[in-house]
């Protein structure tokens, strides 16, 4: 393509070619500027006569200001451009070490729920920040901001989510860390439901009236064997062996996979369920499930249960506080049944286990009491 003809101006080093108005298509002065800086001769576009009301006095001006380094050369702007995009690339933002974190731990357990956590609670407030930037008091008005309206658990588990991320970068080097403890609001995880036995018969009732075969079963297996939410939509078929006596648990929390007893419940339920799937407890067109709330919270209405009682995680305390109350299982035993990584989170049912032992042993001194006192009787009588 030929070069198109350059005409002069009245300022040295300001010229310009004919062209075509982008917008009216009509001809248009397109006006160039030259000149020499550092040594190295430049030649720039300075604007258009219509589009960019750009006169060749404008230009001048515009030429004068470059040679004196009070604006940037085309190629200056290029290349601050170049180093600004260099520079956020090399950013480590909250939300950037969190991508990178995801990528590192993709099979992480909960790497679904910590998602979730991160788009909601974090990364509107901190993602675009350095973890440097961040200020104990932007976390605390977090915490204090979520505590209106979330539990103190789910808050716990959102500030330990940014705690991870912020150890993520500092440990493999990416950028500083932050400078203060991040305070985490107090947790009762002590709680601890338990069914009567009225509840418990209206919960059985309920279950056999449900229409909802894979919630009452899934409902009884929770309570059958202690198994967690999760633990139950993970379960499959092959997990189950009828002939050992034995289930195996898929990453239990906490811990690896273990096997915890098939009991005779638990089988019976199982036995007449029918296999759609691999799974026991199947969502969507056959693939592990993912949420069961809305079914077993109209079971849980039908038995009368309080509003407070999770009816899947309550039924998992109800099987261990029948076990410790019954004063036929120890600590420990219960410990490997419920699959609690340490001794502490079992303590809770202590108390059961220890009034259950008090009553056997109340009822020994009754036998020795009684004993004594038909001793004494005898002995008036023979008097």
């Not at 973890?131 to 959102?158: C, F, M, Q, W």
């Amino acid at each position: 393509m030929a070069a198109k003809q350059r005409f002069k101006t009245d300022y040295p080093g300001v010229f310009y070619i004919l062209g075509e108005s982008q917008v009216s298509k009509k001809a248009e002065k397109i006006y160039y500027i030259r000149f020499r800086k550092d040594g190295k001769e430049t030649e720039e576009k300075a604007g258009r006569q219509f589009q960019d009301n750009m006169t060749p006095a404008k230009a001048n001006t515009l030429r004068a200001e470059k040679i004196k380094g009070a604006k940037l050369t085309n190629q200056g702007k290029r290349a601050e451009v170049e180093a600004q995009k260099e520079a956020e690339q090399s950013r480590w933002t909250v939300k950037r070490l969190w991508s990178e974190y995801k990528n590192t731990k993709s099979n992480l357990k909960g790497i679904i729920t910590d998602e979730n956590r991160f788009q909601l609670y974090l990364s509107s407030p901190f993602g675009d920040k350095l973890p440097s930037e961040l200020a104990a008091l932007d976390i605390h008005r977090l915490r204090i901001s979520l505590l209106k309206k979330k539990s103190p658990g789910t808050v716990k588990n959102v500030l330990e989510l940014l705690r991870r991320i912020i150890n993520f970068a500092k440990k493999n080097n990416l950028c500083e860390g932050i400078n203060f403890i991040i305070e985490m609001p107090e947790v009762d995880n002590e709680r601890t439901e338990d069914l009567s036995p009225d509840q418990l018969s209206s919960l059985l009732k309920a279950l056999d009236e449900s229409t909802d075969s894979i919630a009452s079963n899934i409902m009884r297996m929770a309570l059958f064997t202690g198994m967690r939410r999760g633990e139950l939509f993970k379960l499959q078929w092959d997990d189950i062996d009828f002939d050992r006596g034995f289930i195996f648990l898929r990453d239990p929390k906490g811990n690896k996979g273990q096997k915890i007893p098939l009991n005779d419940g638990a089988r019976q339920t199982l036995a007449r369920m029918p296999k759609t799937s691999k799974y026991v407890f199947p969502g969507k067109g056959g693939a592990q499930r993912v949420d069961i709330n809305k079914a077993v919270n109209r079971i849980k209405k039908a038995a009368g249960l309080p509003d407070d009682f999770r009816p899947l995680h309550g039924l998992r305390h109800t099987y261990a506080s029948m076990l410790a109350s019954s004063g036929k299982v120890d600590i420990f035993t219960l410990q490997k049944l419920m699959t609690h990584k340490s001794p502490a989170m079992t303590q809770r049912y202590a108390h059961l286990r220890d009034d259950a032992l008090r009553q056997a042993s109340d009822v020994a001194g009754d036998i020795i009491s009684e004993a004594m006192k038909q001793d004494r009787q005898k002995i008036v009588t023979i008097k």
